[in-house]
């Protein structure tokens, strides 16, 4: 009888440690799968704020500045050409302030300068969205007339109305005299879809469009 409780006894021992195994390995896998996927997460969300510039919270000041002829010239000259001529465009802020920033995240770059008027066209796709962001020099090929953020899903089935939203607030981050980069941000969270709404903040105006649950477009201009 004692030597039949005995083997009972262990049987009971050996069910529990196994048991007590098990669950140790299923937990511990658990907890492993769990850091494989935040670290994949983070990866994803690491190389897609890159892609589309969203990394950063504003521009950086690196300047190249062109002459009427689309000839690059010194920071130095663009300032004494702009104070000898009544400056238009928002408020201190050049092409050259904007577009070497998506370059840096992988934008194409094209550029027509002319005397008539210029363009700065910075696009890209990724991930089943196309940006797009043109820039309007009117006058004065170191001024800003006008600015266009743009968004398209292109790929629908792998792609959400969220997925641009990011790409909008970067956008609008722009570096002019008085900016207020969390108030612009901020307006694009709260009518992200509200058509047509807008803001003028220190005298220059973000007007959003989301006509449909495709697009996203931002203009940025002077009040």
Do not use: W
Not at 45 to 52: N, V, W
Not at 62 to 76: L, W
Not at 124 to 138: A, H, L, Q, T
Not at 180 to 196: L, R, S, T
Request: glycine fraction near 6%; charge should be neutral; aromatic fraction near 14%.
């Amino acid at each position: 009888m004692a030597v039949g409780c005995y083997f009972f006894g262990f049987f009971l021992f050996f069910v529990h440690l196994f048991t007590s195994y098990s669950a140790d390995k299923k937990q511990t896998a658990k907890t492993e799968n769990k850091g494989i996927t935040a670290k994949i997460e983070s990866a994803v969300e690491k190389a897609t704020a890159q892609a589309t510039g969203s990394s950063t919270k504003t521009y950086n000041s690196d300047k190249v500045y062109f002459d009427a002829n689309g000839n690059e010239i010194s920071p130095n000259t663009a300032q004494t050409q702009k104070s000898q001529v009544s400056y238009k465009g928002l408020k201190s802020l050049a092409p050259a302030d904007v577009y070497p920033n998506f370059e840096e995240n992988g934008f194409k770059i094209d550029k027509k300068i002319s005397m008539d008027g210029s363009f700065f066209y910075c696009t890209k796709e990724f991930k089943g969205i196309r940006y797009d962001v043109s820039i309007y020099s009117e006058d004065n090929v170191n001024e800003i007339t006008e600015m266009r953020i743009q968004a398209d899903r292109i790929n629908i089935g792998n792609t959400s109305k969220e997925d641009m939203k990011q790409f909008l607030k970067y956008g609008v981050s722009l570096p002019y005299d008085q900016a207020d980069v969390e108030k612009v941000q901020n307006f694009i969270d709260k009518n992200y879809y509200n058509n047509k709404a807008s803001i003028s903040i220190s005298g220059v105006k973000f007007t959003i469009y989301c006509p449909t649950e495709f697009m996203r477009l931002v203009t940025i201009q002077n009040e």
